[in-house]
C-alpha cells in the first residue's frame, strides 16, 4: 500500500483533473462521450485513492484502539471528518450536478466571447494564467462571472485567503442569485474548514436563500450541521437531497451515505 502523503498527491492531482473538466465541459470544449470517459477514469482514480486511504484510516483507528497514555489536551479526531475536507470531494459533486445537468438540457451554452456587454466575461478565463485573470479584474470589476472563476481556482487549490477576497467582492457587487449562492457558499465552506462552524451556518442558509438549486450548498450544510454543530435531525433532510442526485460518483455518494447513516443513528 502506498504511503499517505502519496496517495493524497494522487488524490489533489485526480480533483483537479475533475476540476478541469468541468471547465472544458461548461466552455463546450469536449465533447460528451469523451468527457463520460475522462470523468470515469478520473473519477476510478479518485475511487481507488479513497479505498487506499480508507484502509490506512482503519489501519490508524486499530491502532489507536490499543492502550496508551493520554496526552492532554489532545481530541480524537475523526477520519470522516478529515476526508469531507477534501478538494476532491467538491470537484466530485461539481463535476455530477454539471453532467446531470447536460442529461436535461444536452446543449451547452456557448463559450464566453468579447462581448462587452456589461456583466459578461471578456475573455475565456480558461485561456489565461490566474496572475492575468487578476489583471483583466482588476480593469474590469464589475464582472462577477470572471471573478468568480477566478475564486473558484483559489478554492480548488486551497488559497483560501485569495479566494476569500474575491468571494466577498462578488457578493457585495449586485450579484445575481446564482453568483450570489456561489459565493456565500464557498464562504461557508471555509468558514466551517477554519473552525468557525457557526458562521458557516450562516452562511451556507444565506446561500440557499439566495439560490435554493445550489446542490453544494445543501452538502456542505449537511455535514456542518452534523460535524460541526452536532445536529444530527438538522442534516439528514440536505443529505437527502444530495443523495438523491442522480449519477453521483460512487466515492461520494458513500461518504454521503455514510453521514447520513451516523446522522439517523445521532437522530432524535
Sequence with gaps: MADRKHLEERREIAARDLTELAEQVEAGEIDQATAEALRANYQAEVDDVAAQLAALARLDQQRSSEPKAETPGMQP?????????????????????????????????????????????TIDPNTVSNEQLEEVIAQNPEINAMRLALADRYFDEESFSKALD????????????????????????????????????????????ADPTNDETKLFLGFVLLYGLGDADGAIPWLEEVA???NLPPSLLAQVEAALDEARGEGG
Excluded: K
Excluded at 89 to 111: G, K, Q
Excluded at 183 to 208: D, H, V
Design 244 to 246: 438523491a442526485i442522480p
Design 77 to 121: 479526531r475523526s477520519t470522516r471528518r478529515a476526508v469531507i475536507g477534501s478538494v476532491a470531494v467538491i470537484a466530485a459533486l461539481s463535476v455530477a450536478i454539471l453532467f446531470a445537468a447536460r442529461d436535461i438540457n444536452p446543449e451547452p451554452a456557448s463559450p464566453a466571447t468579447d462581448s462587452g456587454a456589461p456583466g459578461e466575461l
Design 166 to 209: 474575491h468571494y466577498l467582492t462578488v457578493a457585495e457587487n449586485n450579484p445575481t442569485p446564482a453568483e450570489e449562492g456561489r459565493a456565500l457558499s464557498r464562504i461557508g465552506w471555509m468558514a466551517y474548514i477554519t473552525g468557525q462552524p457557526e458562521a458557516a451556518e450562516q452562511y451556507l442558509r444565506t446561500s440557499l436563500t
